[in-house]
């Protein structure tokens, strides 16, 4: 069964704080991304993987950075966390590697992240 | 412009009504992907459809079931038979050729299913 976890349900920051929201899958998908979620806007893209050590810029990369050592982790860091940062934070991860496209991507359950 | 429009932000209907949901998308390509995923309050967005620009057919499993129509750019979720557990937030989604396996999402629309 597909499974995409994610390391808190409920974050509470400070601003100024840096932030890492960690994920995990455990199908051994090449691919994985970073969503936000916003009431009205849906969710955007802020960055993805297609590979160990290698990243691409989504929709909204700004304020964020990640990081993907191992090919089941993907890590979202804000480096400097802001109140405008304050969403809904979900990860996805999709077989089959590059050069096939419109595979299904699998969502973990989010994180809820407050930065006050 | 948007490339996915859901235009319904929100919906109420009584336990056992019929309802449709309405996606319609923007896109130049002539191989692109539609999904539907649903959100319950858990907030784990759930995998529900994928269908690929070349397949018109309708599809139906139980009580949901997807018109997808290339000449208007739609691609519409039906529930028949609503219950309370429908009750969720749907997202309908893109993917095309050119932007890789990336999706652009709709706005979602939220459903309420009222008992």
């Known amino acids: 069964d597909v499974k995409v976890t994610q390391s808190s349900r409920y974050l509470v920051k400070r601003t100024g704080e840096k932030v890492f929201l960690e994920c995990v899958q455990d199908?051994?998908?090449?691919?994985m991304f970073w969503y936000r979620q916003d009431p009205g806007l849906g969710l955007r893209l802020i960055y993805f993987s297609y590979d160990v050590k290698m990243k691409e810029k989504g929709d909204i990369p700004e304020g964020y950075s990640v990081s993907r050592e191992k090919k089941e982790r993907f890590s979202l860091i804000l480096e400097s966390a802001s109140t405008n940062q304050t969403s809904m934070y979900l990860c996805?991860?999709?077989?089959?590697?590059?050069?096939?496209?419109?595979?299904?991507?699998?969502f973990g359950p989010g994180t809820r992240l407050l930065v006050l | 412009a948007q490339k996915v429009t859901q235009a319904q932000t929100e919906i109420s209907v009584v336990e056992k009504e019929d309802v449709t949901l309405d996606c319609v998308y923007e896109?130049?390509?002539?191989?692109?992907?539609l999904f539907w995923y649903k959100q319950p309050p858990s907030g784990e967005l759930v995998f529900l459809i994928r269908r690929n620009s070349f397949d018109e057919q309708n599809e139906i499993s139980g009580r949901y079931s997807w018109n997808f129509q290339k000449s208007t750019s739609s691609f519409n979720f039906t529930i028949t038979a609503s219950q309370v557990v429908d009750s969720a937030v749907y997202f309908c989604?893109?993917?095309?050729?050119?932007?890789?396996?990336?999706?652009?999402f709709g706005a979602g629309t939220i459903l309420r299913v009222k008992s």
């Open positions: 896109t130049r390509d002539t191989t692109y992907y």
């Open positions: 989604a893109l993917s095309e050729m050119e932007y890789g396996n990336k999706l652009v």
């Open positions: 996805a991860s999709s077989f089959p590697p590059t050069g096939v496209r419109g595979e299904t991507q699998y």
């Open positions: 199908m051994d998908h090449e691919n």
